[in-house]
Nanobody, 121 residues
Framework: VQLQASGGGLAQAGGSLRLSCAAS????????MGWFRQAPGKERDFVAV????????RYEDSVKGRFTISRDNAKNTAYLQMNSLKPEDTAVYYC???????????????WGQGTLVTVSS
């Protein structure tokens, strides 16, 4: 399975970006899809997760109400819509797929390569 993350870039504070994570090699409708981020000099942190059916979602507290995770199983793709961006959202964002719906990155089986999001003040 390969995950390809895209959509990162430079945004101003208050702006929006939409990240995509396209999977190939296997249908991931049975997998939870998660987004994580790693800021410079910091550990990788959980951002959001969506269940295989898209019925359940969970967010890290600082992004609740600003970010929305979604998926299109017909396209084997997950998304992260990021609104009201803040400079502290600056990080490399990674998508991941795993059989367990979790915020724990150790439980994910497949990872994308990361896409850089930079938010200027």
């Amino acid at each position: 399975v390969q995950l390809q993350a895209s959509g990162g870039g430079l945004a101003q504070a208050g702006g929006s970006l939409r990240l995509s994570c396209a999977a190939s090699g296997r249908t991931l409708s049975n997998y939870a899809m998660g987004w994580f981020r790693q800021a410079p000099g910091k550990e990788r942190d959980f951002v959001a997760v969506i269940s295989g059916s898209a019925y359940s979602t969970r967010y890290e507290d600082s992004v609740k109400g600003r970010f929305t995770i979604s998926r299109d199983n017909a396209k084997n793709t997950a998304y992260l819509q990021m609104n009201s961006l803040k400079p502290e959202d600056t990080a490399v964002y990674y998508c991941a797929a795993g059989l367990i719906y979790s915020s724990n990155d150790e439980l994910y089986d497949y990872w994308g390569q990361g896409t850089l999001v930079t938010v200027s003040s």
